[in-house]
């Protein structure tokens, strides 16, 4: 028998397969396809203070091996989620985080606050690294002042497991890890998408809305996993990775590479049972090969 | 309820230069589906076209567990979809979207123009099961690039326009657009204001 739990600091995950936020919706989407309970964790759609429409269309784009997205946060607010989301998926028997998100360090705040009282919810993903809205967002990711201040600042008021989402638009990621670690973090995440464009050669038009958006799938996987590793090598808290992850073997290379726990985001688009698969692949992976633990995976890649 | 599953293909038919209908068997029963949902496919073996294709339902055999799509080739992923040949597996997440709302009408008018007119068979073979016999108005660009007529009309009367008047009543031109879906506008507004029609869906 394998052991699949782990524990990043004070948040136990029954298996290390997470959902990434704005892919997966409030889990419920997907209850037709697989047993969310199954689920090592879910991060819900990113939340703000206030409603947002969102960019207007068109927000995606479909790339070689990946695709584009400026969907801008739409999301019904920290009420909203309260009120209307919350009562319906309080019950998942898997851990569910919160995506937050804001345009100043007050409205971060004050939603991690309100956050901070529900119950059943373990922890915040705090997003620092949407590439997608005017102001705030990435822009809080980007500069390591500004993510130690609303870090230190969330940190004041929440309370419960605060996981913070770097950003890979960024010179040195060690750097701001390294910062946000010291202002309280629990857990770092990375990568959210990088930012990218496309142009429509007949229109010769960009082919988004917003001309730029996050780019993500498997064509991203290369780089995630570097930084991944580079992070790995410079803080002490643990690591989610995600980028690009499609498979057990892309999971197990971003243990390998010294996270303790993945997401999974955009393949849940191309096959919604994908969640599934990856945790079922790690398990025969660890059988197979012989490991007790997949916490014996963590950070064990050799290198001569 | 939705569903992620694996149809083998049993017919592949060229209906024009760019259009195919795909005829495509389940295993398994398959679950109930409204007329306008549609089903998202899978790509196999195209990088560039890494996301599932959303694809209307164009009709469905529930004895014998087949679902038929007409798929217009349009870019990299259908064309590696028109592509596929009979024998072969493909992967289906179905079925998706709300379907339309049914009219409980009489005189129905069922209004689609170019690879739009997919879903309206389903919908005409509905009707037509629950004692609507539907009228359809089918439009496209030109006479050949008209697909499944005699599909439709097997289901109920079909009225034709072509942008070029080369099948049919010569359809709406406007200045800024000649496309099929400009004149599926057209015509349901001009068919809405007639008053002729109870229900007209399109």
Redo the contacts between chains.
């Keep these: 028998m394998v052991e699949l739990s782990v524990n990043l600091g004070n948040l136990h995950l029954k298996n290390p397969v997470m959902t990434a936020s704005g892919t997966f919706g409030y889990g419920e989407e997907y209850a037709d396809f697989i047993d969310i309970n199954a689920l090592g964790g879910i991060v819900v759609k990113g939340t703000t203070l206030h409603p947002r429409q969102g960019n207007l269309y068109p927000r995606m784009a479909e790339t070689a091996m990946g695709m584009l997205n400026a969907v801008g946060l739409q999301n019904k607010g920290v009420d909203g989620f309260i009120n209307d989301i919350y009562p319906r998926i309080k019950h998942f028997g898997t851990s569910i985080l919160v995506n937050v998100s804001g345009s100043t360090i007050e409205e971060y705040v004050e939603t991690a606050a309100r956050i901070n009282e529900l119950d059943n919810i373990p922890g915040i993903e705090l997003n620092i690294s949407c590439p997608n809205v005017k102001e705030g967002g990435m822009a809080f990711g980007t500069s390591c002042p500004s993510a130690i201040a609303v870090t230190t600042a969330v940190r004041e008021v929440y309370k419960k497991h605060l996981m913070v989402k770097l950003s890979p638009n960024v010179t040195s990621v060690t750097e701001i890890a390294k910062g946000v670690e010291g202002a309280g973090a629990d857990s770092l995440s990375l990568i959210n998408t990088l930012l990218g464009m496309a142009i429509d050669v007949k229109s010769r038009r960009p082919v988004l809305s917003t001309v730029t958006g996050g780019l993500s799938g498997p064509c991203v996987k290369p780089v995630a996993l570097r930084m991944v590793w580079q992070v790995a090598g410079a803080v002490n808290i643990p690591i989610v990775g995600m980028g690009g992850i499609s498979s057990a073997e892309d999971a197990i290379e971003f243990l390998l590479a010294g996270a303790s726990a993945i997401q999974i985001g955009t393949a849940n688009f191309v096959d919604p049972t994908v969640t599934i698969k990856v945790i079922n692949g790690i398990h025969e992976y660890l059988h197979s090969n012989g490991i007790a633990s997949v916490k014996d995976l963590t950070g064990a890649m050799i290198i001569d | 309820?939705?569903?992620?599953r694996d149809f083998t293909i049993v017919n592949n038919r060229c209906e024009t230069h760019d259009f195919v209908v795909l005829t495509l068997n389940c295993e398994d029963e398959l679950p109930q589906m409204q007329p306008g949902q549609f089903v998202e496919v899978?790509v196999d073996d195209t990088?560039?076209?890494?996301?599932?294709r959303p694809l209307s339902i164009h009709d469905v055999d529930y004895s014998k567990r087949e679902i038929k799509l007409l798929v217009q080739e349009v870019g990299a992923g259908t064309r590696s979809i028109c592509a596929m040949p009979v024998g072969s597996k493909i992967n289906l997440?179905f079925p998706l979207g709300k379907g339309y709302d049914l009219p409980d009408s009489k005189d129905v008018l069922l209004v689609g123009g170019g690879c739009g007119v997919a879903p309206l068979l389903f919908l005409g073979r509905f009707l037509s099961q629950n004692g609507i016999r539907p009228r359809f108005l089918i439009g496209a660009r030109t006479a050949s690039s008209l697909v499944r007529l005699d599909a439709y009309r097997e289901l109920g009367e079909v009225l034709v326009t072509t942008e070029d008047g080369s099948e049919g009543q010569k359809g709406f031109r406007h200045p800024s657009s000649c496309n099929a879906h400009r004149i599926t506008r057209f015509c349901l507004d001009l068919y809405l204001w007639s008053g002729c029609y109870d229900a007209c869906i399109g």
């Design positions: 309820m939705k569903q992620i899978k990088p560039s076209a890494y996301l599932r997440v």
